[in-house]
């Protein structure tokens, strides 16, 4: 379905790099949600470049709602917010050749030049803005529901950050409320020294984001094609730049013995729960109960200063290019919230597929 | 959808590991397809236990299709697969503890009881049979086309198989006419040598696949919600005992700076390929051309001999548990057909979006 | 999506009229209701040809259910039912000229010649067995949420049924017992006449068919584009034969004066309702809460024995063609079923989208 | 999926009556059409309300496209159109009782009162503003493709239009360049006399629109679900004021005979035609090459200034409701471009999905 992802709640994303706006639609969410705009407001300067490790791109990201929202609350159509695009320097960019690593090439063999290629155009991160803005309605909603999410940076440029807490619900709480998204502040903070070496030598970095999501039910997720790991990998490589994804201890899984991987059951107040999480929260596709845990591996920048071969898609020549124009030598901490919101418009859509339409916004937790 | 996936070309996949039948609907199939029943008794048999390494349960796969087919070709309606389940041994299951690893519990919460519990119902890894058999109809038909895919055991209870070759195309053709699909025999020698020790002591190993597709034309995968990665990941996901996806270098580039990880695009003989390929074919979600490159982490299989300390979630009664009847001490060698399978049907379906109903049967390579 | 319809409750359709078997699956059904196979096996009855005005073909239709039914209740997994085509003449059926009103023509340029001619293939109204036994399986669930479907032939040959009375819910269980499903048998035996002189004549008849839905809440539908009306009507297009459908006053309304069509509200022991029905409990796409009515028209059958004219579209000669085989001179009485069919299964679909997966399993009315 | 409509080619539309602003979302379009902003605005035009026969509301409609176009063309990413409200009064507006006929009353029961209410919200006619400006892109495309679709007003208050003449191809474009489209204008002047009439008694008539398409290739639509009467009556049924819709003839095939009913095929310069045409160019489903034909009833606008009957739903209280504000006493005629452009986007998807993404671009007829 292309620019539409989502059964129940389907979210529809358009616009370019350097067009007018770039919008969202959110479509099939319960009436009555409140619609916080300064919580949307704080999720877009997340998302937003800051400081010197990032781009000197500055967009206000001045969105406005302009459908599915009534005296304050969700109506229950489609609702609609856009972003303009304030800071666009398109004399920055002219068609000319490829850059390696980025869609350049693979979106003129597929629209046959007629992509707008100006900043990557639809493919641009830039577009993430508007998904960002859509989750931000439904994110407290779930939070209301007891359903919490949050990611940190669990690795950048050769840098492990402290793993999760056994109170994963503080460890939850202390990361959205951070804009750079770590456990640990002291990897932090080299971290981002990491990054500003990086970005003194023309070059980027990768990293790693984990995230946790606190609360869900057991019992979410469609056998056999729409397991939550199927449909939050789907969402997950959406994202400009994730390029691996793996549940629990994913890969590691594979080293593993069956009695090693295997999380054993027990009883706990009534409820069951696992004494490990190696299948992070989900056993057969289904959620078991346990916190979501899952890995995005975020690739470095494609776009950098330093000088690459490459050719030019509509001439065919060989050459090389050094990317101009404002690039971010990281992206891995600012893609994090771009994580959290995907998985929260994925969860919604698997919890109203469960629940109906109502539940979002029915009272009880 | 929960069991159907695709768009143009969407696969409905029903049955239960003890019941009468299982079987796969392929919709939107090109009309004229040649239907190669001995390739699909053959992919059939690549799944199907054998040896030591695997359970002793013996299904003859006697497969038929029901419709969609006429003269043996496809008509380009519905295709049906049925496959019936011989050697069911119900006996040896009864509602009891849930498995650790397994879908049990967590389908107890999504279905209140009334799943079929035995031998894991809808969740068992025997209904990938029907997914095989259904890829097997067009399995020949990408071929044909000059899409060519393979897989090999990466990695098996710490051993590692030999990389991927210059000669790609002969690896391929080599990986697909062996029943243990390894580069290097030796290697894949020690792997089997592992897992019957651990069969021994009543445990179970995982691995790592890695599949590789030829021949891809670029400009395949639409953004910004089915990618290429998405939409395979959204499959492989499904497969059971899958953890991780990664496309190209997948966590590797998460350690690699921009101008590592980039890969360079030169022209030869008129076309654009890049030196290096740590994007795995595919940039921005779209196919580049190069080949298609991914990797998944397959957990060990959860049903082992071993005790475990679970629950009963009927009764909430903390427990323990060692699976009795028949399984497999490792899955990783054969869940590569249904790698392979779950690959070529989402691939069809791309292609399909991309170049219309007709172009699978359609002359030219 | 072509043989797959609905989105939370989704059925999958395939089969040929002259192939092994045809059937259906239906994926997305709430867990533990209740399977009743004397109720399949009684509504796979009422659509099977009867007596002289039908078809000479007889099917026992032994279908069989081999997926998602666990201990005479489904399992919320994808429940398949098959039907064996045992009294296929296909002997009677050779590639020749297109049968004029039929599928032949138009499939030959879908399908390039590869389509299974034989009765009408995948287009025969053969296939719609399947279907009936798939919604045999949610219409006693439906009843119990206290939702009634039941559909007259509202007209034949010329002779109109009397219409539903004030006590629609005595006129749908009284429908829903006859084989001949019509308010005043003096009517119906009239148009069995009728259908007997075209029969005589090697001819055929149409009529129209008239189904109420009793019970259905207001608020089910989705603006824009999956209204109730929408919905319905998508399925209903697909039975063979129905060319028109209207709701309500349906065509009537285009003459009717908006003082004359609104149907003015009043309220009953706290509920509103309507003091006419014009709207037929549809307005905005939403159901109101007051009778769902609707209307098929159905052409006359177009298997005729008498000449007619028609070219062969695999040599383009024209030609003349008197049809064999065993024909219905009239289907509306037996396409009545399948109107009440596909109506169920829209219905659940809508319901379950509503309000959530497991509601038509809930015990509450 | 509620506001999305389509598998290849898809609309997303959103939009409240008195919100900001509507509009809509096309997805998958080929890349490289052409976008001609004077077409968009004179297809805005038609929509508009104009004269005594309409609401007073007069809206700009100074749309503009924020996405997936281009240098004039567009790229193949998502289209998005987006248009202003400008003269909402929404003082004219309060909750209050439900205007019988409207979709107030259902509303209400679907989102519990959270719905924006003012004139009419998401359910108004309004939003069909958005559809006809993006259907605006793609008309011209289909007709360089040698598709052309043409409606007229056949019936309004009790008046019949002429039928279409032999030659289509001319009545379509003299269709097409009319605001009041009818065959014969001394039948158009005796419509609007009525609807005049009716307009000073504070009333309001209906209609029936008839659509032809000409120039669609043979072996369009997909059994069984997506038929292309299914498709379109699916998105003429989300059409508001639209009640019933007929294929050919449609209910007057009820009263035929099988010898009647069935179109005779013949052969003219080496193709296939019918000699009639009372299956509207659709045979099982699928297009035979012949004109498509249908009929849309339409009935009358349900705000009438007449006093009726009603409830308040928020308080349950019967009332008497006089509809104020600025209304149509006839929708009918300018429905038509709606329903044009429904039938343009419908017919997109089905194109795409049988030719593939970049036929409607491709530059051969």
């Known amino acids: ?29 319960a009436p009555g949600l409140p619609v916080d705009e300064g919580f949307i407001a704080a999720q877009l300067t997340l998302r937003r470049p800051a400081g010197r490790i990032a781009t000197a791109r500055q967009e206000t990201d001045a969105f406005r709602i302009v459908s599915g929202v009534f005296e304050g609350r969700t109506t229950g159509s489609a609702l609609t917010v856009l972003i303009p695009n304030a800071d666009t320097r398109s004399g920055d960019y002219t068609r000319g050749p490829a850059r390696p690593g980025h869609a350049d090439y693979a979106a003129f063999a597929k629209y046959h030049g007629y992509e707008d290629y100006r900043g990557g155009g639809h493919f641009s991160g830039r577009i993430t803005a508007a998904l960002v803005a859509a989750a931000a309605v439904v994110i407290p909603a779930l939070q209301a ?74 019992g979410i997720g469609e056998p056999w094609f729409d397991t939550v790991e199927s449909v939050l990998s789907h969402t997950l490589f959406s994202v400009p730049a994730v390029k691996g994804v793996e549940f629990g201890s994913g890969f590691a899984l594979a080293d593993m013995t069956g009695s090693q991987a295997n999380d054993p059951f027990r009883m706990r107040n009534g409820s069951a729960y696992t004494t490990t999480n190696h299948n992070g929260g989900v056993n057969g596709g289904i959620t078991n109960g346990m916190p979501l845990i899952f890995r995005c591996a975020v690739k470095p920048t494609p776009s950098i200063a330093l000088e690459q071969q490459t050719v030019n898609p509509l001439t065919g020549e060989e050459t090389t290019l050094a990317v101009k124009g404002r690039h971010d030598p990281a992206i891995v901490h600012r893609a994090r919230v771009v994580v959290d919101s995907v998985t929260a418009l994925a969860l919604c859509d698997l ?3 469960r629940f109906g339409t109502d539940w979002l916004a029915s009272p009880e937790a």
Chains 1, 2, 3, 4 share one sequence.
């Open 145 to 218: 529901k007891g359903i919490l999410i949050g990611t940190h940076v669990a690795r950048c440029a050769g840098t492990d950050d402290a793993p999760f807490s056994k109170n994963l619900a503080a460890d939850l709480e202390k990361l959205n409320s951070l804009s750079f998204a770590v456990l640990d502040e002291s990897k932090g903070a080299l971290m981002r020294e990491a990054i500003e070496i990086a970005a003194s030598k023309g070059d980027s970095v990768g990293g790693i984001l984990e995230t946790a999501v606190l609360g869900l039910p057991a």
């Open 1 to 29: 379905m292309k620019n539409t992802f989502g059964t129940s709640v389907a979210v529809t994303l358009f616009g370019e790099s350097h067009g007018p706006e770039i919008g969202a639609v959110i479509d099939g969410l």
């Open 351 to 353: 919890l109203a597929l």
